[in-house]
């Protein structure tokens, strides 16, 4: 069971960079986001990207990180995304061990305690790039590429992958 | 040599989106990065990120990107990221192979001819979600996490890997 947690973004300025992240976080196999604010429209985002792509990925809102964190931590692996964090590349075969994990995604000032309440720190490089690149990479090294079998119930659509063009399969439900 | 062409995109609406694929290419061992729209500001952007974190990452923008590709075909394989693809997890090692690469990310509408110049078309996964994390997934495939063994040099500041903080170098440059 793989979740995402998603803290500390503005969302005005943010909104492209939180919706990458949500769709990120859906294509790779994650099964639900938790956003630290709420916000119907990125609900609405995940709806519609459901409703034509399939599958039931799920959105919700927390108003206590702290909170929730600990909950979670009962039964989950905490998993903080970041710059500073043990290189990927040596932490990987350890994390890959873990079964549930709560993966926080955090914009540039991450408040301390995150780096202190997670079970590891880990950094995708230690130079700047984005915290959507950093989960995409994350979830397909612990995944080994198999997100991408992933199967999405009731798609609207889907794409047959194509050497040289777009095929699309249109999908009647009944 | 790994190079990026990124196409497509409109500069007001997207600039977030360009500046983290431009941390992605530089972060993730590109060299240099070719835009298809004159912008000051990125080049900017490029200079100051060069200018604290070491390396010297290129921003270069084209008027023609049909002539562009075409000359660059000569003595670079042309890859196209699009969902519509060739599945990575297929067409990996055949890429592996290949030593000058110009990678082409564009956005949601890529002129059809993109489709039949590229030598290879490939797919991070089938379901829609950024350029930014497919450009990412991408150069660390072919990679293998090589990447972030990068050196780079005159770095003002550096971050030393660290599992429950931030820990980081200041560096005086002579």
Redesign the interface.
Known sequence: MIEILQIGQRLV??E??IT?II??A???NATKIYMHENNEHMKNTVYK?NST?GGNFEIDFINNWKKFIKIKKKSYKIIHLT???????CACSKINAENNMLIIVGASKVP?EI??IAD??I????????E??????FL??IQH?K??LKK?NNAKI???????????LSKTID
């Open positions: 300025r943010d492209r960079v990458h769709l990120v859906r294509a790779f990207i792509w710059m500073y964090g043990e290189d990927i590349n301390r780096y202190e590891y720190n950094a995708i490089g230690n130079q700047p790039h984005s959507i690149s950093a989960l995409a990479v397909d090294r590429g997100q991408f999405f889907e794409i047959i992958p194509d050497v040289r063009g777009k095929n699309i």
